[in-house]
């Protein structure tokens, strides 16, 4: 695995933290128009995600073929009260966990990066595949996130 997919990969917490620095407050549990969730939920979801994908790697690489459940976001928006989190405390869980996370892949041997993680009802996944899949949801958030907030900026001005 090279060092660009971490690079990447670190830089989705920060993104978040920047973008809520001005992020109209008042508007953090309004549902983005293109998604199904407010900018809280989204935030909170991010952290809660990241320990998910943190257990997943180690599953892979202890036990390569580990079969797991996919991550049922609207249930554990529930579970998890994702309505009720400070979400500027969830940005930095996210980048916490996130580079907990790095760290974990940082001590991986390139062979470990082709070994497999089943999810339930769909097909493997190597580590460096899920890496791949983690960074397109950073990003799909982000872009959510980022909507949201071009919107907001656009009718106050």
């Known amino acids: ?20 620095r001005v992020f109209p407050t008042d508007r953090l549990d309004d ?15 991010l952290a809660d995600a990241e320990q998910v994908i943190l257990d997943r790697i180690r599953a892979a690489h202890n036990k390569p073929g580990t079969i797991m459940e996919w991550y049922d976001a609207e249930s554990r ?10 979400v500027f405390h969830e940005a930095e869980v996210f980048e916490s966990r996130r580079q907990m996370t790095l760290a974990y892949l940082r001590g991986l041997s390139p062979a470990d990066f082709d070994k497999e993680i089943q ?3 769909r097909e493997a ?7 791949s899949l983690v960074l397109a949801h950073d990003i799909e958030f982000i872009g ?3 909507t949201f907030l ?8």
């Not at 660009?4 to 978040?16: K, N, Q, W, Y």
């Not at 996944?125 to 890496?131: A, H, K, N, R, V």
């Not at 919107?151 to 106050?156: D, K, L, N, Y």
């Open 150 to 157: 071009a919107t907001e900026v656009a009718t106050v001005s």
């Open 31 to 45: 549902k983005i128009p293109v998604a199904d969730f407010s900018p809280r939920q989204a935030v909170a979801m």
């Open 144 to 146: 959510h996130l980022s």
């Open 1 to 20: 695995m090279t060092e660009d997919i971490f690079e990447a990969l670190s830089h989705s917490p920060r993104i978040v933290e920047r973008m809520l």
């Open 77 to 86: 928006k529930d579970e998890h009260h994702f309505d009720d989190k400070n």
């Open 119 to 121: 999810f339930t009802g």
């Open 125 to 131: 996944f190597t580590i460096g595949e899920y890496l």
